[in-house]
Protein backbone atom coordinates (compact mmCIF):
# COMPACT_ATOMS: atom_id res chain seq x y z
CA UNK A 1 0.00 0.00 0.00
CA UNK A 2 1.34 3.57 -0.88
CA UNK A 3 1.90 5.86 1.89
CA UNK A 4 0.91 9.48 1.30
CA UNK A 5 2.13 12.41 3.34
CA UNK A 6 -0.87 14.35 5.30
CA UNK A 7 0.10 17.57 2.79
CA UNK A 8 -0.08 15.56 -0.32
CA UNK A 9 -3.41 13.91 0.61
CA UNK A 10 -4.75 17.38 1.03
CA UNK A 11 -3.56 18.31 -2.46
CA UNK A 12 -5.40 15.41 -3.72
CA UNK A 13 -8.67 16.03 -2.18
CA UNK A 14 -8.51 19.71 -3.67
CA UNK A 15 -8.12 18.23 -6.84
CA UNK A 16 -10.73 15.96 -7.01
CA UNK A 17 -12.96 18.01 -4.90
CA UNK A 18 -12.27 20.85 -8.15
CA UNK A 19 -12.95 18.48 -10.53
CA UNK A 20 -16.01 17.05 -8.68
CA UNK A 21 -16.92 21.19 -8.91
CA UNK A 22 -16.05 21.72 -12.54
CA UNK A 23 -17.78 18.63 -13.29
CA UNK A 24 -21.00 20.16 -11.81
CA UNK A 25 -21.00 23.04 -13.17
CA UNK A 26 -20.73 22.14 -16.89
CA UNK A 27 -23.45 19.83 -15.98
CA UNK A 28 -25.74 22.09 -14.79
CA UNK A 29 -24.71 24.61 -17.95
CA UNK A 30 -25.65 22.07 -20.24
CA UNK A 31 -28.97 21.38 -18.24
CA UNK A 32 -29.83 24.90 -18.86
CA UNK A 33 -28.96 25.65 -22.80
CA UNK A 34 -32.45 23.81 -23.66
CA UNK A 35 -34.11 26.92 -22.11
CA UNK A 36 -34.33 30.21 -22.51
CA UNK A 37 -35.01 32.99 -20.19
CA UNK A 38 -37.58 35.64 -20.66
CA UNK A 39 -38.54 38.78 -18.31
CA UNK A 40 -41.88 39.95 -19.25
CA UNK A 41 -41.91 44.04 -18.05
CA UNK A 42 -45.77 44.41 -18.44
CA UNK A 43 -46.39 41.14 -16.21
CA UNK A 44 -43.64 42.09 -14.02
CA UNK A 45 -42.46 38.23 -14.25
CA UNK A 46 -39.46 35.81 -15.53
CA UNK A 47 -39.97 32.95 -16.76
CA UNK A 48 -38.35 30.01 -18.21
CA UNK A 49 -39.10 28.27 -21.80
CA UNK A 50 -37.94 25.36 -24.17
CA UNK A 51 -35.34 26.98 -26.74
CA UNK A 52 -37.17 26.02 -29.69
CA UNK A 53 -40.47 27.24 -28.71
CA UNK A 54 -42.24 31.26 -29.79
CA UNK A 55 -42.66 33.53 -27.26
CA UNK A 56 -45.55 36.64 -27.93
CA UNK A 57 -44.95 38.69 -25.26
CA UNK A 58 -47.55 41.59 -24.88
CA UNK A 59 -50.82 43.35 -24.21
CA UNK A 60 -50.23 42.40 -21.14
CA UNK A 61 -49.85 38.76 -21.49
CA UNK A 62 -47.38 36.13 -22.50
CA UNK A 63 -48.29 33.38 -25.21
CA UNK A 64 -45.75 30.62 -25.13
CA UNK A 65 -45.92 28.43 -27.93
CA UNK A 66 -44.30 25.23 -29.68
CA UNK A 67 -45.08 26.20 -33.28
CA UNK A 68 -44.66 29.62 -35.02
CA UNK A 69 -47.89 32.07 -34.22
CA UNK A 70 -48.65 35.26 -32.46
CA UNK A 71 -51.28 36.84 -30.95
CA UNK A 72 -52.76 38.60 -33.46
CA UNK A 73 -53.54 35.01 -35.50
CA UNK A 74 -56.75 33.09 -34.28
CA UNK A 75 -54.07 29.65 -34.64
CA UNK A 76 -55.52 26.77 -32.80
CA UNK A 77 -52.88 23.78 -31.69
CA UNK A 78 -53.53 20.65 -33.39
CA UNK A 79 -52.95 17.87 -30.80
CA UNK A 80 -49.54 17.16 -31.15
CA UNK A 81 -48.71 21.07 -30.32
CA UNK A 82 -49.32 23.44 -27.53
CA UNK A 83 -50.19 26.44 -26.95
CA UNK A 84 -49.92 28.35 -22.91
CA UNK A 85 -51.21 31.87 -22.32
CA UNK A 86 -50.44 34.10 -19.06
CA UNK A 87 -52.04 36.99 -17.92
CA UNK A 88 -53.07 38.84 -15.30
CA UNK A 89 -56.12 37.83 -13.78
CA UNK A 90 -59.23 40.06 -13.28
CA UNK A 91 -61.49 39.41 -10.77
CA UNK A 92 -64.67 40.51 -10.14
CA UNK A 93 -65.74 39.09 -7.19
CA UNK A 94 -63.94 38.96 -3.41
CA UNK A 95 -62.40 35.06 -4.05
CA UNK A 96 -61.28 33.11 -6.23
CA UNK A 97 -63.18 30.41 -6.11
CA UNK A 98 -66.92 32.73 -6.89
CA UNK A 99 -64.97 34.34 -10.04
CA UNK A 100 -64.79 30.52 -11.09
CA UNK A 101 -69.02 29.84 -9.98
CA UNK A 102 -69.58 33.06 -11.84
CA UNK A 103 -67.64 33.45 -14.87
CA UNK A 104 -68.02 37.05 -16.58
CA UNK A 105 -68.90 38.89 -13.44
CA UNK A 106 -71.85 36.62 -12.72
CA UNK A 107 -73.76 37.70 -16.20
CA UNK A 108 -76.02 35.28 -16.73
CA UNK A 109 -75.18 33.06 -14.04
CA UNK A 110 -77.08 34.69 -10.95
CA UNK A 111 -79.56 31.17 -10.91
CA UNK A 112 -77.25 28.75 -12.46
CA UNK A 113 -73.84 28.87 -11.25
CA UNK A 114 -70.62 26.87 -12.14
CA UNK A 115 -69.59 24.19 -9.85
CA UNK A 116 -66.10 23.50 -8.87
CA UNK A 117 -65.72 19.86 -9.08
CA UNK A 118 -62.15 19.81 -7.86
CA UNK A 119 -59.17 22.07 -6.39
CA UNK A 120 -55.07 20.87 -6.23
CA UNK A 121 -53.13 23.56 -4.69
CA UNK A 122 -49.09 22.93 -4.97
CA UNK A 123 -46.40 25.25 -3.34
CA UNK A 124 -43.87 25.96 -6.35
CA UNK A 125 -40.96 28.85 -6.22
CA UNK A 126 -43.25 31.78 -7.31
CA UNK A 127 -46.36 31.18 -4.95
CA UNK A 128 -49.21 29.06 -5.09
CA UNK A 129 -50.22 27.25 -7.79
CA UNK A 130 -54.00 26.37 -8.69
CA UNK A 131 -55.29 23.91 -10.64
CA UNK A 132 -59.44 24.05 -10.77
CA UNK A 133 -61.99 21.90 -12.82
CA UNK A 134 -65.27 23.24 -13.04
CA UNK A 135 -68.71 22.17 -14.48
CA UNK A 136 -70.86 24.76 -16.70
CA UNK A 137 -74.51 24.03 -16.44
CA UNK A 138 -74.10 22.65 -19.70
CA UNK A 139 -72.32 19.77 -18.24
CA UNK A 140 -68.74 21.00 -20.12
CA UNK A 141 -65.81 20.97 -17.84
CA UNK A 142 -63.24 23.48 -17.83
CA UNK A 143 -59.65 23.82 -16.34
CA UNK A 144 -58.24 26.54 -15.02
CA UNK A 145 -54.72 27.20 -13.68
CA UNK A 146 -53.75 30.50 -11.01
CA UNK A 147 -50.40 31.11 -10.09
CA UNK A 148 -50.77 33.61 -6.95
CA UNK A 149 -47.89 35.34 -5.26
CA UNK A 150 -49.39 37.78 -2.40
CA UNK A 151 -52.04 39.75 -4.31
CA UNK A 152 -50.82 39.23 -7.48
CA UNK A 153 -52.77 36.27 -9.66
CA UNK A 154 -51.78 35.02 -12.98
CA UNK A 155 -54.26 33.29 -15.30
CA UNK A 156 -52.71 30.69 -16.85
CA UNK A 157 -54.25 28.37 -19.62
CA UNK A 158 -53.05 25.41 -21.88
CA UNK A 159 -54.76 24.14 -25.34
CA UNK A 160 -55.02 21.38 -25.26
CA UNK A 161 -55.47 20.31 -22.06
CA UNK A 162 -54.21 17.46 -21.27
CA UNK A 163 -51.19 17.64 -23.47
CA UNK A 164 -47.72 15.55 -24.33
CA UNK A 165 -46.16 18.81 -22.99
CA UNK A 166 -47.14 18.26 -19.07
CA UNK A 167 -43.74 18.21 -18.20
CA UNK A 168 -42.86 21.72 -19.97
CA UNK A 169 -45.99 23.15 -18.45
CA UNK A 170 -45.03 21.90 -15.25
CA UNK A 171 -41.23 23.10 -15.33
CA UNK A 172 -42.62 26.75 -17.03
CA UNK A 173 -44.50 27.34 -14.20
CA UNK A 174 -41.87 26.40 -11.46
CA UNK A 175 -39.79 28.63 -13.29
CA UNK A 176 -41.72 31.61 -12.88
CA UNK A 177 -40.72 34.61 -10.75
CA UNK A 178 -42.38 37.59 -9.80
CA UNK A 179 -40.25 40.66 -10.21
Known sequence: MIRVKSKHRKLIYLIIAIIIAVFVILLLNWQQKGTTQHVSKDLKISLSYPKEWYIDDRYQSILLTDYKTNQNRNDKPSAEQV???????????????????????????????????????????GGTFYKYTTRTPSN?????????NGNKILQISKEPDPSQYEKEFEEIINSIRFL
Open 140 to 148: EELVHYFLK
Open 83 to 125: EIYISEFSNCFSSLEDDLKYPACGEGKEDRPDEIISKDIKQVS
